[in-house]
């Protein structure tokens, strides 16, 4: 166990941040299941809505920190050709 104060501090800190990370990363991930259950049963008006709230959920999870811009990208353009091909 840590000694000084800023180091306990930190411990808690990152206690906080690595349970809030996992709940974003997990909501991520049930949104974008959304988007390819969606596709996978061929239907284009509910993929293309559960494609809207994937977009902006994503982007917001680019401005909390929780996700890179690169890997947002990707993950978009990946979920939109997927949608596009429908």
């Known amino acids: 166990m ?5 180091s ?3 411990i808690r800190q990152t206690i906080v941040r690595t349970e809030r ?3 974003y990363r997990t909501r991520l ?7 390819r259950s969606a596709i996978t049963a ?3 008006e509910e993929a293309s809505s559960a494609m ?4 902006k959920q994503i982007q917001k999870f680019v401005s ?7 890997t947002a990208a990707r993950k978009i353009s990946r979920l939109h050709r997927a949608v596009n091909a429908i």
């Open 2 to 6: 840590a000694n000084h104060k800023s």
């Open 8 to 10: 306990i501090k930190r």
């Open 21 to 23: 990370n996992r709940f």
């Open 29 to 35: 991930k049930n949104i974008v299941k959304d988007v």
């Open 42 to 44: 061929g239907n284009k």
């Open 52 to 55: 809207n709230v994937a977009n």
């Open 64 to 70: 909390k920190g929780v996700l890179k811009k690169e």
